[in-house]
């Protein structure tokens, strides 16, 4: 198995942008997926194949990554992307999943 | 639309049994793998399990092997998880999930029910 590491929490200024990253071995061989979560909600898709938009997911959003690094970055932020923000890919052996931690957003 | 509803959650006390469902609609159930996947109060997201399109490939999450079993009925359009030997660490919301490989593990989970509550306690 393996594990993917983020910051428990960023901050940002409304209309700003900020970058939330995660990082990890699997990342090397297996592309990130970024989920937003309010709270008493289901999680929801946002980023898909490292830089692909889900369904319905605004273009402020978009991803990118490098190695053993992904990034979600959230570009002119707004008071209703405060959520909470978690990576995900498969394992090194790519037969399961896993999740980061999690990144507490909090728009200013 | 596509929905995915799940059932079954409640009180349990520690090492009893659980069966969890999830009823899905709105798309060929038959043809998209399907996950569960848990979140514990005030914690982050934990993956369980993974079953194919078809049923004939499975994966667990090490914390689950030998205690929680996948399954699915693409004939109700039904994904389901027998959860036994139960912990109070198993305390959490249980989450359905699609996948969005047509007839292939992405991994990418595209769609969500709104969870079920497990508590497991004396």
């Known amino acids: 198995s393996s594990e993917l590491t983020q910051d428990p929490a960023v901050s940002v200024a409304l209309g700003q942008t900020v970058r939330i990253t995660c990082q990890g071995d699997?990342?090397?061989?297996?592309?990130a997926s970024w989920y937003q979560q309010k709270p008493g909600q289901a999680p929801l898709l946002v980023i898909y194949?490292?830089?692909n938009r889900a369904s319905g997911i605004p273009d402020r959003f978009s991803g990118s990554g490098s190695g053993t690094t992904a990034s979600l970055t959230i570009t002119g932020t707004q008071a209703e992307d405060e959520a909470d923000y978690y990576c995900?890919?498969?394992?090194?052996?790519?037969?399961?999943?896993?999740f980061g931690g999690g990144t507490k957003l909090t728009v200013l | 639309q596509v929905q995915l509803v799940e059932s079954g959650g409640g009180v349990v006390q520690p090492g009893r049994s659980l069966r969890l469902s999830c009823a899905a609609s709105g798309f060929t159930f038959s043809a998209f793998g399907m996950h569960w996947v848990r979140q514990a109060p005030g914690k982050g997201l934990e993956w369980l399990a993974v079953?194919?399109?078809?049923?004939?490939?499975?994966f667990d999450a090490d914390s689950v092997r030998g205690r929680f079993t996948i399954s699915r009925d693409n004939s109700k359009n039904t994904l389901d998880l027998q959860m036994d030997s139960l912990r109070p660490e198993d305390t959490a919301v249980y989450y359905c999930?699609?996948?969005?490989?047509?007839?292939?593990?992405?991994?990418?989970?595209?769609?969500w029910g709104q969870g079920t509550l497990v508590t497991v306690s004396s």
């Open positions: 699997s990342l090397r061989s297996y592309f």
């Open positions: 995900s890919s498969r394992d090194t052996s790519g037969d399961h999943g896993v």
């Open positions: 194949n490292k830089d």
């Open positions: 079953v194919s399109y078809d049923g004939t490939v499975k």
């Open positions: 999930a699609k996948d969005s490989g047509l007839r292939w593990l992405k991994f990418y989970l595209e769609y």
